[in-house]
């Protein structure tokens, strides 16, 4: 069966914004879809990209995510709590980061279960277009269960390896396939980057054959 790999983060309105899209290209084709959790660019770069001299890059990301939800019709508010901890008007990121590491291991490990799009579905939805509060516990812990999975279950799982080594690895390949933002997703060592080039991916599924669900 042929593969996508698709790499995604948590704090990225556009990763949020691609889920549907990315449910409905695994029903309708025969491939694996291998979502590969990624840390937010801001934090993976220490803010190289975004930051304080040139804020044009991501206040245009913020105005784009909220027309483009708008036009999708999907929910979407900034997060609250953000799940980076960042001063906005410096743009410069903590060190300590205590929601983004959480989930984003959360990922690594749904990936291992074959959940991950489950799981990003449900805690993206919570964190993207549910109230205040996604990361208390019990929100939490019901959206990990909407997945098929227990919060408390997963996260026992990852005491017994280092899903940072995962995270790194992926962040390795995202660079290997000529890319460094999310979501993008990879087919035969190709990239196609951004929410809106998912229907191109599917072009390209079809031209080179592809079977259809």
Known sequence: MHSVDVFWSFRSPYSYLAIPDLLALRNDYAVTINL???LPIAVRTKGTLFNQSNPK???YIVTDAFRRAE???RPMHWPSPDPIVQNF????VADEQPYIYRISFLGVEAARRGCALELADALSREIWAGEPGWNEEKRLSTA???AGQSLSDMER???AYDPLVVINDNHAAL???GHWGVPTCVFNNEPFFGQDRID???WRLDQVGVARR
């Open 36 to 38: 590969r959790v990624v």
């Open 57 to 59: 890059p991501a206040m």
């Open 71 to 73: 036009m999708l019709g």
């Open 89 to 92: 008007e410096t743009l410069e």
């Open 144 to 146: 990990v269960s909407r």
């Open 157 to 159: 799982a990852l005491t």
């Open 175 to 177: 660079e290997a396939a």
């Open 200 to 202: 191109t991916l599917r």
